[in-house]
Nanobody, 127 residues
Framework: QVQLVESGGGLVQAGDSLRLSCAAS????????MGWFRQAPGKEREFVAT????????YYADSVKDRFTISRDNAKNTMYLQMSSLKPEDTAVYYC????????????????????WGQGTQVTVSS
């Protein structure tokens, strides 16, 4: 069992930056590939970014590429999402997720590929 807790959400203006954190506990953090997803009101949960167990490989949705950066600190059991040049369409509840994997480089982009989820943190970007 892995427990995930997101933090760092808030209300910002368009063009601002924000960093989300996801603290993990319960199992060896390095056993899990991690991901960020988001869900806006009335929409399905969508993929944002994913990172391999070591942090050596990262993948992004086209909508956030070049604006968001996913990273992880395995010594701190924490994953991050650095968001810059935020847009109103980035407004959503952001969720972190973990999936147990034996592979060093994976690209998990669908919610059903993940085993554990955090409770979410709200990000609101005003225009």
């Amino acid at each position: 069992q892995v427990q995930l807790v997101e933090s760092g959400g808030g209300l910002v203006q368009a063009g601002d930056s924000l960093r989300l954190s996801c603290a993990a506990s319960g199992r060896p953090f390095t056993n899990y590939a991690m991901g960020w997803f988001r869900q806006a009101p009335g929409k399905e949960r969508e993929f944002v970014a994913t990172i391999s167990r070591s942090g050596g490989s990262t993948y992004y949705a086209d909508s956030v590429k070049d604006r968001f950066t996913i990273s992880r600190d395995n010594a701190k059991n924490t994953m991050y999402l650095q968001m810059s040049s935020l847009k109103p369409e980035d407004t959503a509840v952001y969720y972190c997720a973990a999936t147990r994997t034996y592979y060093s480089d994976v690209d998990y982009r669908t919610p059903n590929q993940y085993d554990y989820w955090g409770q979410g943190t709200q990000v609101t970007v005003s225009s």
